[in-house]
């Protein structure tokens, strides 16, 4: 609840000499005399209207604070929020190679790209986001959604070898290209994941970028894997053993590419390093959102008005009926 014009408040300061004056004034009506002894007057209780002369004073009191908030105009308000966003449209692009089985992630790259990249769809509510996944071949995992349960399902259903293996970055990021060239969002960026060297496809990863520029898409290339070394799971006669293999990413077209349409190229050495990226990445690209709020106020004065009319006559017809002879 508002007052409209609340400086009336000030008028109940008026209610402190009032009531100091009564009690004085009540104070001051009841003579004294002395008398050798007050037993003969014990016997004589004091009936109801002893009690009850001060409700007149109490019902004017009550009658002058509701008169007061109801010339201070309360008002109730009920507020409307209109809130429109300007979504982005984003296209994951993910390697899904057999070297994103590296174990210089934990638990290995292929899992820790999918948990960030889902904590990063998790918070983009307003946006569409499709996924497009890559190895020796392309395909689309999901294209451009809303829904972002059945996107973060299909993207928990990636596993290394759904496709042929090897690095197609170039038919990876033309493919993403593909999703959002027809988009009509103003803007739109493709998040492109690899951690290996293009050795595939018949798109080369520059003519790919050339395409995304043409069409106003923004990359982010991401290069994942550690400096140097990184443990590799590889099959042998006696199951599975580990082996240390040189970490190869073609950074200088993965950075020429970021370049070419206007975005960035990071490197995720560790779970930690790919996760600052991710998030460095949402705060980069931020909806748009308008919000207008309305307003409604109802005036709320008639019911103080009414109880303060109320006191009034509760006052007079008291003052009228029992207490007619009180003072």
Request: a neutral charge; glycine letters at 6%.
């Amino acid at each position: 609840m508002e007052f409209a014009n609340p400086e009336y408040f000030y008028l109940l300061i008026l209610l402190i000499p009032l009531i100091a004056w009564y009690i004085l004034k009540d104070k001051n009506a009841h003579a004294s005399i002395q008398v050798s002894t007050s037993k003969s007057f014990h016997s004589s209780a004091k009936t109801y209207k002893y009690y009850l002369r001060h409700a007149l004073f109490v019902f004017r009191v009550l009658a002058i604070v509701f008169l007061v908030l109801a010339i201070a105009r309360p008002q109730s308000s009920n507020s409307r929020r209109d809130v429109t966003t300007e979504g982005i449209d984003i296209v994951m692009s993910l390697d899904i190679s057999s070297s994103m089985l590296a174990r210089d992630f934990e638990p290995d790259r292929l899992e820790a790209a999918k948990e960030v990249a889902v904590n990063f769809i998790t918070g983009r509510e307003d946006d569409k986001i499709g996924l497009v996944i890559f190895s020796g071949e392309s395909f689309t995992q999901c294209p451009l959604t809303t829904d972002h349960a059945v996107l973060i399902n299909l993207f928990n259903d990636i596993q290394s070898g759904m496709i042929e293996d090897g690095t197609a970055i170039g038919l990876g990021l033309a493919n993403a290209v593909n999703r959002l060239k027809d988009s009509k969002s103003k803007s739109k960026v493709v998040i492109l994941l690899t951690d290996g060297v293009n050795n595939q496809g018949e798109i080369a990863p520059i003519t790919a970028a050339e395409l995304a520029k043409t069409f106003g898409i923004r990359v982010y290339t991401i290069g994942i894997g550690t400096m140097g070394m990184a443990p590799y799971p590889i099959q042998t006669a006696f199951g599975i053993s580990m082996r240390n293999m040189p970490v190869k990413i073609d950074e200088e077209v993965l950075q020429q590419i970021a370049d070419m349409t206007g975005g960035q190229y990071f490197r995720a050495t560790d779970n930690n390093k790919l996760k600052a990226i991710y998030e460095q990445i949402d705060k980069l690209e931020k909806s748009k959102i308008e919000v207008k709020q309305y307003i409604t106020k109802s005036e709320e004065y008639l019911i103080f008005a009414l109880l303060a009319a109320l006191f009034l006559l509760l006052e007079i017809a008291l003052r009228n009926s029992i207490l007619r002879n009180i003072p």
